[in-house]
């Protein structure tokens, strides 16, 4: 009997010691500075890189609140068509297909929190800029205007 409790001790003294990440399966984000440039200016967003399939599947899912200075950037590594839905998103956002040159192609404004509706990109894109629902307007983005990253080779 006094083995049984030592050993249950052990696991619990070896569960309560776990860090925080292995309890619970939260992804590791890198952030890096993405700067958007348009005819208003240049803004330099704080983003999370979404470049592997499990921080791409996660993306923005159950936030509740996104800075008006952060966003998140989905690198596909690859060029080709992408397609985004909202599925347990939580705010508002816009999406800015990107091509592997830098240069937005295409922009869905205002996409729909929890919608399982697609939203594709109007061409080869290589990745996509999610910011708060309104900034494409704020900043005035257009397609053409360039998105400055490493993962382009233009900064």
């Not at 399966?25 to 979404?50: D, R």
């Not at 816009?94 to 205002?110: E, K, Q, S």
Request: charged share 20%; glycine share 6%.
């Amino acid at each position: 009997m006094r083995r049984v409790a030592w050993i249950a001790v052990a696991i619990c003294t070896l569960v309560a010691s776990m860090p925080a990440t292995m309890a619970q399966s939260e992804p590791v984000w890198q952030v890096e500075p993405v700067t958007v440039v348009t005819t208003k200016g240049l803004y330099t967003f704080s983003a999370e890189i979404a470049d592997a399939p499990e921080l791409r599947a996660r993306g923005l899912m159950y936030r509740t609140y996104l800075d008006d200075d952060k966003a998140m950037l989905f690198d596909f590594k690859t060029v080709g068509p992408v397609t985004m839905w909202m599925k347990n998103t939580f705010i508002p956002l816009d999406m800015l297909f990107v091509d592997a040159d830098g240069r937005i192609i295409n922009i869905a404004r205002w996409t729909t929190p929890h919608s399982l509706d697609v939203v594709a990109s109007s061409g080869d894109a290589l990745a996509v800029l999610e910011v708060n629902g309104g900034t494409a307007d704020r900043i005035r983005a257009r397609p053409g205007d360039r998105v400055i990253h490493r993962i382009f080779g233009n900064e």
